[in-house]
């Protein structure tokens, strides 16, 4: 009895299956891991990107973020030192020059300009097109109407919530608190004013409204996530008081009064629960900084993304979904241990910018190796000054990301861990359809 071609082809795929899940991973990659990844690059390169966190405009735009950055150091490769901006330069605007000497700056910084005036609230959607970025996360304070909402969905600050109380004694802490405070206290004013709102409402259960009134708007306005930055101004640990702990600490200071410490850290935990519980009945996912941070001042040690864990682990807030910004660097192997949780994932961004594709290659490869289906990749893009912007740090965000990954999957293949066709399929939802699936309907 003969056998047809089609099912001599389909026990030969099995047999093929078969053999390599039965292959003993490989301590080290072999020697095709070059070709393996010279082979992935390209194809890798034509996957359309969902950057899931970027500060998209301009330098002179003070809503790019809900705050601003004080003196501090950066990082070898943030600095306007490193060579890879002038190649970013070259790709996006044809720049002529092989250096960023103050006198050729002048030219790229006129060629944004002339770009900005004709190409108007085109300009950074060309930007993304030049990349092959899908989307763009606009991380910021307020929207800009020179992006495009179709390429640039927004996801709005909630932190100024946390801090409606006389905040001298908050502003006094450090340098760097009396950048962030009184920025905090005027992003507050502005969803005040958005709702039509002149001052605190007497009553606690008239601020939890104007709470609720917010995120609902800023929801019908388009937005599509809610974010926290709130391991800039004090610890991630947060305790569990009730509602009348803090009721009565906002009765006591609405009208006036400093709180102290431990009254204003009560009130704020509760408040950070009551938006975690808020952005579940909502259906908005919660973003929460979970890495390293700018300025001088910034607590690693307080700011540890672990100290997150009572809260995600919380069973009230299993309907919320989280996303952790940043992936918790520079403990980022720890970190990815929390998307074991089923409403976790980690973001890479930031990573992509301050790590050399050498390094990044090794996290992701942990990641991919670990919890593959929770990881989302982003640029942290952000506009660092008048000459770099935040279109040269979406180029090395994304040239960065392409190459690692292409460099991390070739050596799981090599090393048997995974065939081609899934290590292609890992590259496309980290590079696209896990954040995509985190909006169901809000991507139109």
Request: charged fraction near 25%; hydrophobic fraction near 40%.
């Amino acid at each position: 009895m003969g056998i047809s071609l089609r099912r001599i082809f389909c026990l030969l795929a099995l047999c093929e299956c078969a053999a390599f899940a039965a292959a003993q991973a490989r301590p080290l990659p072999g020697n095709d891991v070059q070709q393996i990844y010279r082979r992935l690059l390209p194809q890798i390169e034509k996957i359309p990107i969902f950057d899931h966190h970027a500060h998209p405009g301009f330098f002179d735009d003070p809503d790019v973020d809900a705050m601003a950055a004080p003196p501090g150091s950066a990082a070898l490769r943030e600095r306007d030192s490193n060579p890879e901006l002038v190649a970013a330069a070259k790709a996006l605007f044809g720049y002529p020059y092989s250096d960023l000497s103050p006198e050729h700056a002048k030219w790229l910084i006129q060629k944004k300009a002339e770009l900005k005036k004709s190409r108007g609230n085109a300009y950074f959607s060309d930007i993304l097109d030049k990349l092959n970025i899908e989307r763009g996360v606009a991380n910021r304070a307020m929207m800009a109407d020179y992006l495009d909402p179709k390429r640039f969905p927004w996801v709005f600050f909630v932190d100024s919530f946390m801090w409606p109380f006389d905040n001298q004694r908050e502003r006094s802490r450090n340098p760097d608190q009396q950048v962030y405070i009184p920025l905090q206290e005027k992003m507050l004013h502005r969803w005040m004013q958005q709702e039509s709102v002149s001052k605190l409402p007497p009553d606690f259960s008239g601020y939890l409204q104007l709470i609720t009134r917010t995120l609902e708007d800023n929801q019908e306005k388009g937005g599509i996530a809610m974010k926290f930055e709130v391991a800039y101004f004090r610890p991630l640990t947060f305790t569990d008081p009730t509602q009348e702990q803090a009721e009565a600490i906002y009765r006591q200071y609405a009208s006036g009064g400093i709180p102290n410490e431990q009254e204003y850290r009560t009130f704020q935990d509760f408040i950070f629960r009551y938006l975690i519980r808020e952005g579940g009945r909502l259906h908005l996912p919660v973003h929460i900084h979970s890495a390293v941070g700018i300025g001088d001042y910034f607590n690693l040690s307080q700011s540890n993304i672990m100290r997150l864990e009572n809260i995600v682990r919380d069973p009230r807030y299993s309907g919320t979904t989280f996303v952790m910004i940043h992936g918790g660097y520079p403990l980022e192997r720890e970190a990815i241990w929390l998307a074991a949780i089923k409403n976790v994932y980690m973001d890479s961004s930031l990573m992509e910018i301050v790590m050399y594709p050498a390094a990044f290659k090794d996290t992701l490869k942990q990641w991919l190796e670990t919890f593959p289906d929770k990881i989302t990749f982003g640029t942290d893009s952000f506009p660092y000054n008048e000459t770099l912007g935040a279109e040269e740090s979406y180029w090395l965000g994304v040239q960065s990301a392409r190459t690692a990954l292409a460099a991390a999957l070739a050596e799981m293949i090599s090393e048997g861990e995974v065939s081609e066709a899934q290590a292609l399929q890992m590259a496309h939802a980290y590079l696209h359809d896990t954040g995509v699936g985190l909006y169901p309907g809000k991507l139109n």
